[in-house]
C-alpha cells in the first residue's frame, strides 16, 4: 500500500533535501559545461545522478541520509529477490 502512495517519497525526499550537505553543495554549484553540438553518437555531457553520487559517499552522509538510503536499497533487494521467487511483493 504505502508504494503505490508519493507521500512516502515527498517525505523522504524532503528530509534529504534538508539534512544532506551533499546536495546542497551539488544544487548551488553550476555545471562548468560548454554548448557543443551533439554528434550521432550521442550527448557529449551526461548529468550525474544525485542518488548515486549520495551511494558513492555513503559513509560520509548523515544519519537521516543513511536510513533513508538503507531502507530503499534493502525494499529493492527484497523485492528483487522475492519477485525472481515467484512470490507476492506488494
Request: charged share 10%; proline share 9%; hydrophobic share 40%.
Amino acid at each position: 500500500m504505502a508504494s503505490s502512495t508519493p507521500v512516502p517519497f515527498w517525505i523522504s525526499a524532503h528530509l534529504l533535501l534538508l539534512n544532506e550537505p551533499l546536495l546542497h553543495r551539488r544544487r548551488t554549484s553550476k555545471p562548468n559545461v560548454q554548448l557543443q553540438s551533439h554528434s550521432r553518437s550521442g550527448c557529449s555531457h551526461t548529468p550525474q545522478n544525485p542518488i548515486i553520487a549520495l551511494l558513492t559517499n555513503f559513509r560520509s552522509c548523515s544519519p537521516t541520509t543513511q536510513s533513508i538510503l538503507g531502507y530503499f536499497v534493502s525494499y529493492w533487494l527484497v523485492g528483487l529477490a522475492l519477485h525472481c521467487n515467484f512470490l507476492p511483493w506488494t
